[in-house]
């Protein structure tokens, strides 16, 4: 009866050790999804927000790519964006887009994740643009993303951003 409560408390600090180490110290595959639920949080827009938050999201949002960040934007003249851009930059188109928005969301699915070494990352995934223009047209756009991300400092930036495909519905 001992031997068993002793055994069953070991279990549970045994698994309670391994669910903090998790929690603690997630997967490099975890810590590069995390860098786009980031991106999503800070591309977020809501129609009562205030200049002093859009500000703070531009600034963390920047924050995200590498300085400089390569983007590969192409396939409509009002969407093209290609080229290499520094963090400032970033910033301000960031800010210039989300002005056409009363409310925008950014969501990310489907992530494909390849280490090709320890530094780097290369990301597949789906991204998911929905809003309310200031015209108060509805924005629904879904887009296929290649991303490669750096280990820069201990974070993981993205360096380089290309859209791959237009999926139809």
Avoid at 16 to 38: A, D, H, N, T
Avoid at 46 to 67: G, M, P, V, W, Y
Avoid at 79 to 102: H, P, V
Wanted: with cysteine; aromatic share 10%.
């Amino acid at each position: 009866m001992v031997k068993r409560r002793h055994l069953l408390i070991g279990f549970l600090i045994l698994l309670g050790g391994i669910l903090l180490w998790k929690i603690l110290f997630p997967s490099e595959e975890k810590r590069v999804i995390q860098r786009f639920e980031l991106l999503s949080r800070y591309t977020e827009k809501k129609a009562n927000e205030d200049i002093l938050s859009t500000a703070n999201r531009i600034k963390n949002l920047s924050q995200l790519f590498a300085n400089p960040c390569e983007f590969k934007i192409e396939g409509d003249p009002f969407y093209s964006f290609t080229g290499s851009y520094s963090r400032e930059e970033i910033g301000g188109y960031a800010l210039r887009g989300r002005s056409y928005f009363l409310d925008l969301s950014l969501n990310f699915s489907d992530y494909k994740i390849k280490f090709s070494d320890r530094e780097t990352a290369q990301v597949q995934l789906i991204g998911r643009l929905t809003g309310k223009t200031t015209a108060g047209e509805r924005v629904d756009e879904v887009r296929e993303l290649l991303c490669m991300l750096k280990k820069i400092e201990k974070a993981w930036l993205i360096a380089r951003l290309e859209v791959v495909e237009v999926l139809k519905r």
